[in-house]
């Protein structure tokens, strides 16, 4: 019953969730067009079943998503907004699947998210809180990433608070 043109602007294979969020906008709209048949909880139920970062787009802001993520639960933003982040988008893209087939649970941090979300919220931003498990399994895809990684590292002198990779 719809007709979509979309221009995208979020890179593809940024981890920035690009395609989820388009899909929950499109949720959103059609909802929004038929009259509202649907709440705004259900709709980010629902659409777990597409994929499981697209009910994070429901939320309002910062939140805590566990299960395969599709759990969202909206918390205060533990960054302050004025915070200059830097996104650099290499023209390579990882394979999210091929990432995720690397990826080694018996080798994840397994640190408490919430604790790191109280380090953050309580110091701010540091290399130390900034954990991302996808990463050793996305350097295995594409090693460029790691060595990306490490340029931008050196090239700050320490005077970054962090880098680490999206997604």
């Known amino acids: 019953f719809f007709q979509v043109h979309l221009d995208k602007k979020v890179p593809t294979g940024a981890g920035l969730g690009g395609g989820s969020s388009n899909a929950a906008t499109a949720l959103w709209a059609a909802n929004h067009f038929s009259g509202h048949a649907a709440s705004e909880k259900e709709l980010q139920e629902w659409s777990g079943e597409i994929g499981s970062d697209i009910p994070f ?8 998503c ?3 993520g599709e759990v969202v639960e909206d918390i205060p933003s533990p ?3 004025e915070l200059p982040i830097v996104l650099i988008k290499p023209q ?9 087939k690397r990826l080694r649970l018996d080798r994840t941090n397994g640190i408490d998210p919430l604790i790191l979300l109280r380090k953050i919220s309580d110091h701010g931003i540091s290399q130390e809180v900034c954990i991302n498990d996808l990463e050793p ?3 295995d ?3 460029s990433l790691e060595r990306l990684k490490q340029r931008i590292a050196d090239a700050g002198r ?4 962090a880098v680490f990779m999206s997604g």
């Open 141 to 143: 895809v594409l090693p």
């Open 79 to 81: 960054i302050l907004s």
């Open 57 to 64: 787009f429901f939320s309002h802001g910062a939140a805590y």
């Open 137 to 139: 399994p996305a350097f």
């Open 66 to 68: 566990t299960g395969r």
């Open 158 to 161: 320490g005077q970054y608070k």
């Open 92 to 100: 390579e893209a990882c394979s999210t699947a091929e990432v995720y």
